[in-house]
Protein backbone atom coordinates (compact mmCIF):
# COMPACT_ATOMS: atom_id res chain seq x y z
CA UNK A 1 0.00 0.00 0.00
CA UNK A 2 0.95 3.87 0.27
CA UNK A 3 1.50 6.11 3.16
CA UNK A 4 2.69 9.11 3.75
CA UNK A 5 3.08 10.81 7.32
CA UNK A 6 4.25 14.31 7.95
CA UNK A 7 3.30 16.70 10.82
CA UNK A 8 0.12 18.21 11.38
CA UNK A 9 1.31 21.85 12.39
CA UNK A 10 4.54 23.65 13.23
CA UNK A 11 5.07 26.81 14.36
CA UNK A 12 8.13 28.91 13.73
CA UNK A 13 9.32 32.48 14.27
CA UNK A 14 9.40 34.91 11.18
CA UNK A 15 12.97 35.14 10.06
CA UNK A 16 13.59 31.76 11.04
CA UNK A 17 14.50 28.41 9.33
CA UNK A 18 11.82 25.42 9.82
CA UNK A 19 12.48 21.61 8.86
CA UNK A 20 9.10 19.63 7.59
CA UNK A 21 9.99 16.02 7.91
CA UNK A 22 7.59 13.32 5.57
CA UNK A 23 8.22 9.95 5.19
CA UNK A 24 6.71 8.02 3.14
CA UNK A 25 6.15 3.85 2.03
CA UNK A 26 4.72 3.33 -1.98
CA UNK A 27 5.26 1.03 -4.63
CA UNK A 28 6.37 2.27 -7.65
CA UNK A 29 8.25 5.17 -5.98
CA UNK A 30 9.30 7.50 -8.94
CA UNK A 31 10.14 10.56 -7.60
CA UNK A 32 8.63 13.01 -3.93
CA UNK A 33 7.08 16.70 -4.61
CA UNK A 34 6.34 19.78 -2.12
CA UNK A 35 3.54 21.78 -2.74
CA UNK A 36 2.41 24.85 -1.23
CA UNK A 37 -1.11 25.53 -0.36
CA UNK A 38 -2.65 29.02 1.27
CA UNK A 39 -5.83 28.57 2.91
CA UNK A 40 -8.70 28.43 0.48
CA UNK A 41 -6.84 28.07 -2.64
CA UNK A 42 -5.21 25.53 -5.15
CA UNK A 43 -1.75 23.72 -4.13
CA UNK A 44 1.02 25.77 -6.02
CA UNK A 45 4.74 23.42 -6.74
CA UNK A 46 7.63 23.73 -4.72
CA UNK A 47 10.25 20.89 -5.33
CA UNK A 48 10.53 17.49 -7.12
CA UNK A 49 13.15 14.96 -6.02
CA UNK A 50 14.06 11.68 -7.46
CA UNK A 51 17.11 11.03 -7.14
CA UNK A 52 18.67 11.33 -3.69
CA UNK A 53 20.38 14.50 -2.22
CA UNK A 54 19.47 17.92 -1.46
CA UNK A 55 17.78 20.56 -4.06
CA UNK A 56 17.79 24.06 -3.04
CA UNK A 57 16.01 26.42 -4.98
CA UNK A 58 16.13 30.40 -3.02
CA UNK A 59 14.77 29.92 0.57
CA UNK A 60 13.44 26.56 -0.33
CA UNK A 61 15.62 23.76 -0.22
CA UNK A 62 14.33 19.91 -0.19
CA UNK A 63 16.05 16.52 0.80
CA UNK A 64 15.33 13.02 -0.54
CA UNK A 65 16.33 9.71 0.46
CA UNK A 66 14.90 6.73 -0.69
CA UNK A 67 16.84 4.24 1.08
CA UNK A 68 15.28 5.80 3.95
CA UNK A 69 11.43 6.57 2.67
CA UNK A 70 12.31 10.03 3.91
CA UNK A 71 12.20 13.58 2.67
CA UNK A 72 12.72 16.90 4.14
CA UNK A 73 11.64 20.57 3.40
CA UNK A 74 13.76 23.75 4.68
CA UNK A 75 12.53 27.00 4.89
CA UNK A 76 15.09 29.86 5.70
CA UNK A 77 14.07 33.31 6.72
CA UNK A 78 10.72 32.38 7.30
CA UNK A 79 8.22 35.18 6.00
CA UNK A 80 4.76 35.74 7.03
CA UNK A 81 3.66 35.11 3.75
CA UNK A 82 5.16 31.41 4.20
CA UNK A 83 1.80 30.48 6.28
CA UNK A 84 0.59 27.78 4.62
CA UNK A 85 -0.19 24.22 4.49
CA UNK A 86 2.91 22.42 3.00
CA UNK A 87 1.97 19.18 1.25
CA UNK A 88 4.43 16.63 0.63
CA UNK A 89 3.57 13.97 -2.30
CA UNK A 90 4.92 10.77 -3.56
CA UNK A 91 4.92 9.99 -7.91
CA UNK A 92 3.76 6.48 -7.90
CA UNK A 93 4.04 4.51 -11.48
CA UNK A 94 1.23 2.89 -12.00
CA UNK A 95 -0.38 0.92 -15.17
CA UNK A 96 0.57 2.97 -18.01
CA UNK A 97 1.45 6.41 -16.35
CA UNK A 98 2.09 8.16 -12.63
CA UNK A 99 -0.69 9.22 -10.37
CA UNK A 100 0.65 11.79 -7.40
CA UNK A 101 -0.40 10.37 -4.05
CA UNK A 102 -0.59 13.55 -1.13
CA UNK A 103 -0.07 13.46 2.45
CA UNK A 104 -2.77 15.24 4.51
CA UNK A 105 -0.12 18.44 4.94
CA UNK A 106 1.63 20.23 7.67
CA UNK A 107 -0.08 23.70 8.53
CA UNK A 108 2.84 25.80 8.97
CA UNK A 109 2.44 28.83 11.21
CA UNK A 110 4.62 31.83 11.01
CA UNK A 111 4.49 34.32 14.17
CA UNK A 112 6.17 38.12 14.44
CA UNK B 1 -1.87 31.58 -21.13
CA UNK B 2 -4.49 32.10 -18.53
CA UNK B 3 -3.96 28.62 -16.29
CA UNK B 4 -6.09 25.58 -15.21
CA UNK B 5 -9.99 26.88 -15.02
CA UNK B 6 -12.89 25.36 -13.58
CA UNK B 7 -16.32 25.87 -13.40
CA UNK B 8 -18.41 26.16 -11.31
CA UNK B 9 -16.79 28.07 -8.94
CA UNK B 10 -18.81 26.79 -6.05
CA UNK B 11 -22.18 24.51 -6.22
CA UNK B 12 -24.56 23.74 -3.54
CA UNK B 13 -27.07 20.80 -4.41
CA UNK B 14 -29.60 18.58 -2.30
CA UNK B 15 -28.74 14.91 -1.64
CA UNK B 16 -29.69 12.56 -4.81
CA UNK B 17 -29.05 15.36 -7.65
CA UNK B 18 -26.83 14.92 -9.97
CA UNK B 19 -23.99 17.25 -10.39
CA UNK B 20 -21.39 17.92 -13.15
CA UNK B 21 -18.06 19.76 -13.11
CA UNK B 22 -15.89 21.22 -15.90
CA UNK B 23 -12.37 21.31 -15.78
CA UNK B 24 -10.23 23.42 -18.65
CA UNK B 25 -6.29 22.46 -18.64
CA UNK B 26 -3.71 24.81 -19.93
CA UNK B 27 -3.83 24.42 -23.81
CA UNK B 28 -1.21 22.59 -24.75
CA UNK B 29 -1.38 20.07 -21.16
CA UNK B 30 -2.33 16.19 -22.56
CA UNK B 31 -2.15 14.87 -18.49
CA UNK B 32 -5.23 15.31 -16.64
CA UNK B 33 -5.88 14.72 -13.36
CA UNK B 34 -8.98 14.79 -10.79
CA UNK B 35 -8.42 14.95 -6.90
CA UNK B 36 -10.73 15.52 -4.38
CA UNK B 37 -9.90 16.99 -1.00
CA UNK B 38 -11.43 17.69 2.19
CA UNK B 39 -10.56 20.14 5.19
CA UNK B 40 -7.61 19.35 6.99
CA UNK B 41 -6.90 16.92 4.32
CA UNK B 42 -4.31 16.96 1.14
CA UNK B 43 -5.52 15.70 -2.27
CA UNK B 44 -7.21 12.45 -2.66
CA UNK B 45 -6.46 10.71 -5.98
CA UNK B 46 -9.62 10.11 -8.65
CA UNK B 47 -8.49 9.83 -11.99
CA UNK B 48 -6.24 11.19 -14.90
CA UNK B 49 -6.30 11.38 -18.38
CA UNK B 50 -3.79 11.36 -20.77
CA UNK B 51 -5.26 13.00 -24.11
CA UNK B 52 -8.36 11.40 -24.31
CA UNK B 53 -7.47 8.08 -22.62
CA UNK B 54 -8.87 7.32 -18.83
CA UNK B 55 -5.73 5.51 -17.69
CA UNK B 56 -5.90 5.43 -13.89
CA UNK B 57 -9.06 5.38 -11.22
CA UNK B 58 -8.99 5.32 -7.96
CA UNK B 59 -10.18 2.21 -6.26
CA UNK B 60 -11.95 4.36 -3.74
CA UNK B 61 -13.78 6.26 -6.38
CA UNK B 62 -17.66 4.67 -6.42
CA UNK B 63 -19.65 3.92 -9.40
CA UNK B 64 -21.77 7.28 -8.86
CA UNK B 65 -18.50 9.16 -10.07
CA UNK B 66 -17.74 9.04 -13.56
CA UNK B 67 -15.44 11.64 -15.83
CA UNK B 68 -14.76 11.63 -19.19
CA UNK B 69 -11.98 13.93 -21.46
CA UNK B 70 -14.31 13.44 -24.82
CA UNK B 71 -11.70 15.21 -27.23
CA UNK B 72 -8.70 15.12 -24.96
CA UNK B 73 -9.26 19.32 -23.93
CA UNK B 74 -11.89 19.45 -21.32
CA UNK B 75 -12.81 16.99 -18.95
CA UNK B 76 -16.48 16.72 -16.98
CA UNK B 77 -16.25 14.88 -13.48
CA UNK B 78 -19.70 13.71 -12.90
CA UNK B 79 -21.68 12.57 -9.08
CA UNK B 80 -24.56 10.83 -9.83
CA UNK B 81 -27.01 10.60 -6.54
CA UNK B 82 -24.64 12.96 -4.51
CA UNK B 83 -24.72 12.43 -0.83
CA UNK B 84 -23.41 14.52 2.17
CA UNK B 85 -20.10 12.93 2.20
CA UNK B 86 -19.09 14.13 -0.97
CA UNK B 87 -19.13 17.68 -0.06
CA UNK B 88 -15.22 18.22 -0.73
CA UNK B 89 -13.34 20.71 -2.84
CA UNK B 90 -12.71 18.97 -6.64
CA UNK B 91 -9.69 19.84 -7.99
CA UNK B 92 -8.67 19.75 -11.47
CA UNK B 93 -4.61 19.93 -12.64
CA UNK B 94 -3.19 19.35 -15.90
CA UNK B 95 0.77 18.58 -16.91
CA UNK B 96 2.71 18.53 -20.02
CA UNK B 97 4.11 15.33 -22.02
CA UNK B 98 3.89 11.99 -20.85
CA UNK B 99 6.59 12.10 -17.51
CA UNK B 100 6.18 15.28 -16.72
CA UNK B 101 6.05 15.43 -13.13
CA UNK B 102 4.87 19.32 -11.93
CA UNK B 103 1.00 19.32 -12.18
CA UNK B 104 -0.56 23.08 -12.00
CA UNK B 105 -3.87 23.26 -10.46
CA UNK B 106 -6.84 24.65 -11.23
CA UNK B 107 -9.00 26.36 -8.40
CA UNK B 108 -11.42 24.02 -7.75
CA UNK B 109 -14.74 23.68 -7.41
CA UNK B 110 -16.68 23.57 -4.13
CA UNK B 111 -19.37 21.47 -3.64
CA UNK B 112 -21.69 21.34 -0.46
CA UNK B 113 -24.28 18.68 -0.11
CA UNK B 114 -26.91 19.14 1.75
Known amino acids: GQNIDQPTEMTATEGAIVQINCTYQTSGFNGLFWYQQHAGEAPTFLSYNVLDGLEEKGRFSSFLSRSKGYSYLLLKELQMKDSASYLC?????????????FGAGTRLFVKA | DTGVSQNPRHKITKRGQNVTFRCDPISEHNRLYWYRQTLGQGPEFLTY????????KSRLLSDRFSAERPKGSFSTLEIQRTEQGDSAMYLC????????????FGPGTRLTVT
Open chain 1, 89 to 101: AVRDQVGGGFKTI
Open chain 2, 49 to 56: FQNEAQLE
Open chain 2, 93 to 104: ASALGTSAYEQY
